[in-house]
């Protein structure tokens, strides 16, 4: 598992290259050419692990230089594995949420290489991020005659990422605040660490907020997985 933090940047772009090359992804492709010592090595390396060597080096985590998370360039095209409206966790909020507005729709979103990882062995893999996005709920819109839908999304959304070391649970919470691209990390005695610990019903994560997920859980309690 660890061997993916050692990934040199080069060897992550030769693999990238040869999945642009089989046309596995379009796009803003960069010009590659590879020739067969090339695919040779991406050959190898795949053969090290199969779930390894298509991931796009915008699913890995990166970093500032004074340790804040950069916001990964494409995760609203990442699996979303959960969406839920109008929940909220915080006692002062409660009867407002309660009242006419559903409040805000919230989208989770993971790598699909994590959560293809997650599918196969039913543990989340260092690395994961998930993203936890906030949408306003709006109602105005012909022909609707009930119901909320998506508005725009709030600037402010934040990443549950999966790495030893940063915290004692073995993850770590981070704010975009204000639409900022860079995440800052909680401090280990915030609220974020404590209810997810206490509440959460897998490794950290809300799982029983997530259809799939909780499905593969309730395989591998079976003893199917
Ligand atoms: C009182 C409980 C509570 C607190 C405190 C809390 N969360 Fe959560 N969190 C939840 C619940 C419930 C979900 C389920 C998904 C949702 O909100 O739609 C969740 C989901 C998440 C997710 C999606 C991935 C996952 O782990 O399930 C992220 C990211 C997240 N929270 C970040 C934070 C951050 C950052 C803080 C601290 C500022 C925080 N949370 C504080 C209850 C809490």
Redesign the pocket.
Known sequence: MLERNRWKRSEVLKLLGLTLTLGALTGCAPETTLDTSEVANAEAASAQGAAAQTIPESHLPAFTADGKLREPADWQEWVMV?A?IG?S?NEEVRSAAAGASPGMF?R?YVQQWAYREFLDRGEFPEQTM???SFFQSAESEHPRTGGFYEGDLIPAM???LKREGVHESGWG???FSGGSSEGEL?APD???YS??AE??DHD???VQ?YPTIRARLAESESGDG
């Open positions: 959960g839920s929940l966790y919230h989770v998930f993203v936890l934040e990443i549950h919470f981070y704010m909680f915030a609220a974020c209810c997810h509440n959460a950290n994560v809300f907020f």
